[in-house]
């Protein structure tokens, strides 16, 4: 008996790892759904299939059958397939054009493999930019749990505020507010379109012009503007 146990164990377990019911069809209809793959297992846990490394240009193995997809499945635990879809797609930054995907089930918010704690799956809405529910922000493929949601307002070239401060996420990844910034004269100014990088500066204050890159969050001297500023 406790020979067949193990059997069966060790069956079940390998049926659960290479037979999987995939959850495209729980989704919503947009295209973005098909970014990635998500599986309900035999055991009822919810599975993240793995993009398949198809190595260098030169010696690329995609020409050849998939016949192991299973082995990329990773657990997304604490999540529940059953009641798994697709909410929506976010930018990770305003100028670019990778995008975060945000799924749901009922209890938490989920985004790639990881489930949210303190999430709430009830209230999650995917805005311009931004997605929030009613206890955090998400955006720039990270969850920010410390701003005021009411008086959330998404800025352009990684900047944001709420009622108390303004943040940008290329000052400590946006995680503390921008001390040096007088908050209530604080603007992001117009570009006319043109990329956050390519002009003197893109917000300011009543102290200070402001630019900011991957590099941080730097203030723009004014006798080094071009003279029509």
């Known amino acids: 008996f406790?020979?067949?146990?193990?059997?069966?164990?060790f069956f079940i377990q390998f049926f659960n790892l290479v037979w999987k019911i995939p959850l495209v069809g729980k989704k919503s209809s947009s295209p973005q759904e098909l970014k990635t793959n998500y599986y309900k297992g035999l055991l009822g846990r919810l599975y993240l299939r793995g993009f398949r490394d198809c190595g260098g240009w030169l010696f690329s193995t995609c020409n050849t059958p998939d016949v192991f997809p299973f082995l990329r499945d990773r657990v997304v635990k604490g999540?529940?397939?059953?009641?798994?879809?697709?909410?929506?797609?976010?930018?990770?930054?305003?100028?670019?054009?990778?995008?975060?995907?945000?799924?749901?089930?009922?209890?938490?918010?989920?985004?790639?493999?990881?489930?949210?704690?303190?999430?709430?799956?009830?209230?999650?809405?995917?805005?311009?930019?931004?997605?929030?529910?009613?206890?955090?922000?998400?955006?720039?493929?990270?969850?920010?749990?410390?701003?005021?949601?009411?008086?959330?307002?998404?800025?352009?070239?990684?900047?944001?505020?709420?009622?108390?401060?303004?943040?940008?996420?290329?000052?400590?990844?946006g995680k503390k507010p921008l001390n040096f910034v007088d908050k209530d004269s604080f603007e992001m100014v117009n570009r006319e379109g043109k990329a956050c990088n390519l002009v003197p500066y893109i917000a300011k204050d009543k102290n200070n012009f402001y630019q900011s890159d991957s590099s941080g969050v730097r203030i723009v001297e004014s006798n080094s503007l071009p003279n029509e500023q």
Not at 2 to 9: D, G, P, T
Not at 150 to 168: H, K, M, N, P, Q
């Open 79 to 173: 999540a529940d397939p059953d009641s798994f879809v697709f909410v929506g797609s976010i930018s990770k930054l305003p100028d670019w054009t990778a995008r975060s995907d945000i799924y749901k089930d009922k209890n938490h918010v989920i985004i790639y493999d990881e489930v949210i704690p303190d999430s709430d799956s009830q209230s999650i809405q995917v805005m311009d930019g931004y997605a929030k529910d009613k206890n955090n922000i998400y955006m720039y493929g990270s969850v920010f749990k410390n701003l005021d949601i009411s008086t959330f307002e998404f800025l352009s070239c990684g900047f944001f505020r709420d009622a108390s401060s303004v943040y940008s996420v290329f000052y400590e990844n």
């Open 2 to 9: 406790i020979f067949l146990s193990i059997v069966f164990f």
